[in-house]
């Protein structure tokens, strides 16, 4: 397709949804964005805003590793209120069990150029002398960051249209075939290609995605500056977080630049109400004051809950859709979708465009989920 001569419609416009509207935008694309609720809505203002490098599967550190190096070249551009901090992430060991499990991320991470950092237990206390005594150490990975996402969508769809985007919030499209939108409305907007970058609604626009809603909780309290320096992960986060199918809590405390701190995480997959569940809050919470005893003290002012689209592999759905021609995917990030949103937006349009990719778009083809197979 010609740049200039193709429209592209792009459904939702989370932080996903708003990284492909200004990324075929800068491309020259007549686009269209339709968003039912407000930009940055959903699943963007629920998540805890990290852009990390992960290890769960080489394909996973593939997307998240090109991402984080597109948010670093991209933040010296975005608006102070975007909140962008380098604090980099620990992963805490809380015995000599996990403290092996260093040794093999480390090895792993360096064999691919990210910069890292073992820790003893000494050491780990020196970077955060409020985790709790006797931790075994930790990885400290210097790269990782976070930002404030709701804050960083708005403003790709502001680019996006100054460089003649169309935003129609308060819209909903009824119908998403192939290059064929439909509005609840009756309204049908003729385009070249479609983008469904729904999030957890990806799958009602097409109904064979392998796509579930995951539920998360967050706490953020009051203002305390200093009171953690990194992000803090537990080493069993993966497994905690990721690998069961059962409810399950991992402790997950990021600092704010505000002084605040945000408290995770949870994950759910059999409840269907955006409702505060009180159980999983406690254990939650219990979590992360066994990683950080002083936490009990501080006041929270707020919780809320999100859901994440989820696909079986753990890995998003990028590119075109089969048997739909025109239709493509920008869906199914889970957790990862702020960290992953830039890179998911760039290998999009090289797609589209037949270009060459920065990394192999194999893995994360819709097709292997139409297929039943999985790359990871």
Partial sequence: ????????????????????????????????????????????????????????????????????????????????????????TIWVAADEEELEQVDGKRTYYQERDVPVEPLDGEKLARYEPNLRPGLAGGLRVPEDGVVYAPVVAAWLIEQAGQRGATIRLGATVAELEGARVTLEDGEKIACDLAVNAAGTGAARLTPSLA????????????????????????????????????????????PRPTGQLLLGSSRQFAEETADVDLAILRRMVRRAIEFLPGLAGLT?????????????????????????????????????????????????????????????????????????????
């Fill in 211 to 254: 796509i579930r809603p995951r539920k998360g909780h967050l706490v953020i309290t009051d203002r305390y500056p200093r009171f953690v320096r990194h992000q803090l992960v537990e080493l069993g986060y993966l497994k905690s977080a990721h690998e069961s199918e059962e409810d399950s809590v991992a402790f997950n405390v990021q």
């Fill in 1 to 88: 397709m010609r740049r200039r001569d193709g429209r592209v419609v792009i459904v939702g416009a989370g932080i996903v949804g708003a990284a492909c509207a200004w990324a075929f935008a800068i491309e020259g694309f007549d686009v269209v964005v339709i968003e039912p609720r407000l930009v940055g809505g959903g699943a963007t203002a629920a998540g805890m805003g990290h852009v990390v490098v992960m290890d769960d599967s080489e394909a996973q550190f593939a997307l998240t590793r090109y991402s984080q190096q597109l948010w670093a070249a991209l933040a010296p551009s975005l608006p102070g209120a975007a909140d962008v901090d380098r604090c980099g």
């Fill in 300 to 376: 929270a002012l707020r919780v809320w809950t999100g859901f994440r689209a989820a696909t079986p592999d753990k890995l998003p759905l990028i590119g075109p859709y089969p048997g739909q021609p025109g239709l493509y995917l920008a869906t199914g990030h889970e957790g990862l979708g702020i960290t992953t949103s830039l890179g998911t937006a760039r290998l999009l349009v090289d797609c589209v465009l037949g270009r060459p990719t920065a990394i192999p778009l194999m893995p994360y083809l819709p097709a292997r989920v139409v297929a039943g197979v999985s790359h990871a």
